[in-house]
Every structure is written in C-alpha cells, then in structure tokens.
C-alpha cells in the first residue's frame, strides 16, 4: 500500500525545494492531491498478474491470438516521470486461452509502478508464460517518454519501441515476421 502521509511530507518539502510557498492558498491542496493521485498511478504496486491470468478457459485453438494497442500509461524509475503508448501482446494457445480483458488488466499492473520500459515489457512476456503457459508469447511496447520530450533531448514525437519474445518466438523469425504482419492489419 502506499503510504500517503509519507507523499504529502516528501511534496511539502519538494514545493520548498523548487522555491515554492507550500503555505500560499493555491497549493493548499496540492501535496494531499498528489498523494492520492499516486496511490492510484502505483497501484500496481499491490497488484498480482497471477489473479487475471489464472482466468483461463480451454480452447482447441493453436492459431496466435493478437491482443494490440493496449494504452498503458506508466511511470520511468529514473525521472519519476509519465511514459505511455500501447502494448501488443501475442500468443500461440497451448490448450488454453484467457479473456482479452485479462491481458490488458496484466498491462495495468506491470505499468502502475515505477519502471523501465524494456522490463516491463520481460515482465508481461514472463507472466503470460508463467500463467498462461502458451507455446508462446511475443510483446512489442511502443512508448513516448516524459523525460525524454519535456526535458534533456527534448525529441517530442518520438517513440521508444521495445520487444520481448518467449517459448516458440524466441530465435523465430518467421513466428517473429507473422507477428509483425498481424499488427500491421
Ligand atoms: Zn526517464
């Protein structure tokens, strides 16, 4: 759980850091909304990828299922700053399938806490395959980074795009390619 009487010490001190007056009427309010404005964005902090996952239902099915442009907003670790674009999630079912719903509900809980692009795309590839145990999963994240387009390089527009293949796309370029071509559709 977060602990929102920490986050309203710590955004008292970061107003008298940036030379603000914490006392003046309009931030009255401010370090209390942003505690509670994190408690929703870090909720995935408590979240478990088991608990949508083990939603399965059988299906003879081996074709790749495609779940694409899946938003996702999220936060870097080292800015503490929004990162958000879509996730793509495929996989090839092993006899069971999950709830579309289940897969974006994962997203959710991977991006509502501080991190780096590049895990948590390894970290959806690893609980699809922990949970779902498909033949195998391929994600690709497409992201605009904060800290990259309002501070620093200043490159707005630019997108970071990450992959992560598991079971029978890893070292498969074919399996890698058919992928590629269904997002495109
Ligand atoms: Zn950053």
């Avoid at 759980?1 to 001190?13: G, S, T, W």
């Avoid at 370090?31 to 979240?47: K, L």
């Avoid at 399938?97 to 690893?126: P, W």
């Avoid at 527009?157 to 992560?164: L, N, P």
Wanted: aromatic residues 8%; charged residues 25%.
């Amino acid at each position: 759980m977060v602990d929102q009487e920490k986050i309203r010490k710590a955004v008292n001190l970061l107003l008298e850091g940036i030379g603000e007056d914490p006392g003046r009427e309009g931030l009255a309010d401010t370090p209390d909304r942003v505690a509670r404005m994190y408690a929703e964005i870090f909720a995935g902090m408590d979240g478990d990828a088991g608990e949508p996952l083990s939603r399965v239902f059988s299906a003879d099915n081996s074709e790749m299922v495609l779940e694409k442009d899946i938003v996702f907003y999220s936060m870097c670790e080292h800015h503490m700053m929004p990162f958000y674009g879509k996730v793509h999630i495929a996989y090839i079912p092993d006899g069971r399938v999950v709830g579309l719903s289940k897969l974006a509900r994962t997203v959710e809980i991977y991006a509502g806490r501080l991190q780096l692009q590049e895990r948590m795309t390894g970290q959806i590839a690893d609980a699809v395959m922990e949970y779902l145990v498909p033949r195998g999963v391929m994600v690709a994240v497409e992201a605009e980074h904060m800290c990259m387009t309002m501070r620093g390089v200043k490159k707005p527009g630019s997108r970071t795009v990450s992959i992560a293949a598991r079971g029978c796309f890893e070292n498969n370029p074919g399996q890698q390619d058919r992928f590629f071509r269904m997002l495109r559709m």
